[in-house]
């Protein structure tokens, strides 16, 4: 019974786009922080972007930025990831997740007690 699921995964290729959205079920996330994080086979899961409801404070990882835009919508209560210009290290599956709010945005997944089950990215060259 996952509380937040996500979609928009799929295959793409080198230097084009993919927009994830994460989509609160059961209950809202709002007034938590939203992160988005990725695992690709072989790897540990790494941190990709957080947004905090609360004052629309956004967080990149060094990897994604200027590329990657993370996003909420209230009216939706739905957080968006729009990926540009990925690339082949991109693909992994991508994880929705929701902690509690707190000053400095953490990063670390075992921050976040509330996970989706993951959508899959492909980048293609």
């Known amino acids: 019974q996952e509380q937040l699921v996500e979609s928009g995964g799929g295959l793409a290729q080198a230097g084009g786009s993919l927009t994830l959205s994460c989509v609160a079920s059961k209950r809202t996330f709002r007034g938590f922080i939203m992160g988005w994080f990725r695992q690709a086979p072989g790897r540990e899961r790494e941190f990709v972007a957080a947004y905090r409801w609360s004052d629309d404070h956004t967080s990149y990882a060094d990897s994604v930025k200027g590329r990657f835009t993370i996003s909420g919508d209230n009216a939706e209560d739905t957080v968006t990831l729009q990926m540009n210009n990925l690339a082949t290290e991109d693909g992994a599956t991508y994880y929705c997740?929701?902690?509690?709010?707190?000053?400095?945005?953490?990063?670390?997944?075992?921050?976040?007690?509330?996970w989706g089950q993951g959508t899959q990215v492909t980048v293609s060259t």
């Open positions: 997740a929701a902690t509690y709010v707190t000053y400095t945005v953490p990063t670390a997944p075992s921050a976040y007690p509330y």
